[in-house]
């Protein structure tokens, strides 16, 4: 196959903190996500979706949070090893188009910020990479202001020999 499509999810609850890592940014907030590693959830979600175009497992697979060594990781860290995975089966990347769901913090001031940081990540081009928010209208946990979620879905591309 010369093109994959890969899906993946990734939700966060929030905890008491001053600023929330997402995208590989730091965005100052009054919470922080909880979680093994830095909590990521963009990463983390980029990360599921481009081992699912593979038919990779997943990243909980790749870095369980039962060990140790993924305590507090740098989740930039782990998305260049899975699209080293990636590129390892003769892949490339198309494009990345990922829909954070949150109530809170606003996120369109650090839109640019997290895409450039993911294309770095990436080693590809801005605008190989969309980045969107929405709220969940106040439904739900994440209506509740209690953590935060993120769909991205990947296009991968067979690297031309």
């Given amino acids: ?3 994959r499509v890969g899906l993946g999810f990734d939700v966060h609850q ?3 903190g001053n600023e929330i890592i997402l995208g590989g940014i730091s965005i100052p907030f009054n919470k ?8 990521d959830v963009l990463l983390h979600s980029i990360a599921d979706a481009l081992l699912g ?5 997943d990243i909980g697979t790749h870095f369980p949070d039962s060990d140790e060594a993924y305590k507090n990781a740098d989740s ?12 390892n089966k003769g892949y490339q990347l198309g494009n990345v188009d990922a829909t954070v769901v949150a109530e809170l913090p606003k ?7 997290i895409r450039k940081k993911i294309a770095d990540l990436l080693n590809c081009s801005i605008e190989q990479i ?14 509740r202001e209690e953590g935060l979620s993120v769909h ?3 296009l991968i591309e067979r690297i031309a020999l």
């Fill in 76 to 87: 930039g860290q782990l998305l260049k090893q899975v699209y080293q995975l990636v590129n």
């Fill in 14 to 16: 929030f905890e008491d």
């Fill in 53 to 57: 175009a593979l038919a990779l497992g």
């Fill in 107 to 113: 996120l369109n001031p650090h839109m640019d910020s």
């Fill in 1 to 3: 196959m010369n093109i």
């Fill in 152 to 154: 991205s879905v990947v």
């Fill in 130 to 143: 969309s980045v969107k928010a929405t709220t969940n209208e106040k439904l739900g946990f994440i209506g």
């Fill in 32 to 39: 922080k996500l909880k979680g093994h590693s830095d909590a």
